[in-house]
């Protein structure tokens, strides 16, 4: 349903279970074709606007840091497999060194599982930071809203980030807004 998106970001829309989505000032389903005529991006657009900008701002910021975790477990794994009968001939402990080698292999495998399975989680994170920021930037495009965000990372105050958002908005009532979020 196109039309959801568009209520997503208004402040009219009514939900219950009985009538599913309805338009608060019509009480009928949304019935419009390409833009609604009685639409009011407010409060809550903003909100759902820098909420999904910060977020896919923090993920992408945070890809460098997933990309060489994950290169350097892959090599740590590779070595803990492919390395460990080197250290059980440096050793000279024949008795033990099955058990060592085992252990190697073991510990090599969990640790490239868990450098696939953290690469997978991030990868996971960004696409749905970018399917949200996609959903939210085509609606306001076909009301001619475009913006340009600006963070800033405040002092952290007991383990909480305190982070500025600065939009300036074109072809919308507020011409520059500035919010202080509060990031856990």
């Known amino acids: 349903m196109i039309q959801a998106k568009h209520c997503d970001l208004c402040e009219h829309p009514k939900r219950d279970f009985e009538n599913g ?22 409060d809550l657009f903003q909100s759902k606007l820098e909420s999904t900008n910060l977020e896919f701002y923090k993920i992408q910021k945070g890809k460098t840091k997933a990309y ?4 350097f477990l892959i090599i740590i794994g590779f070595l803990m497999i492919i390395g460990n009968e080197l250290y059980a001939d440096f050793t000279h402990t024949k008795i033990y060194s099955w058990r060592f080698i085992a252990i190697a ?15 997978n989680r991030f990868r996971t994170k960004l696409k749905t930071a970018e399917f949200n ?5 085509s609606v306001i495009e076909q009301y ?3 913006y340009n965000t600006k963070f ?16 300036e908005y074109i072809n ?11 990031y856990f």
């Open 21 to 42: 989505l309805t338009c608060g000032l019509t009480d009928k389903k949304p019935d419009f074709i390409g833009t609604c005529p009685d639409i009011l991006l407010d």
């Open 68 to 71: 060489l975790t994950f290169y």
């Open 105 to 119: 292999i073991g510990s090599g495998i969990t640790i490239l599982t868990n450098a696939y399975f953290q690469l």
């Open 133 to 137: 920021k996609r959903k939210i930037d």
């Open 144 to 146: 001619g809203i475009s």
């Open 152 to 167: 800033e990372f405040k002092e952290k105050i007991h383990g909480n980030q305190y982070i500025e958002i600065t939009t």
């Open 172 to 182: 919308w009532k507020e011409k520059q807004t500035k919010t202080l979020w509060e």
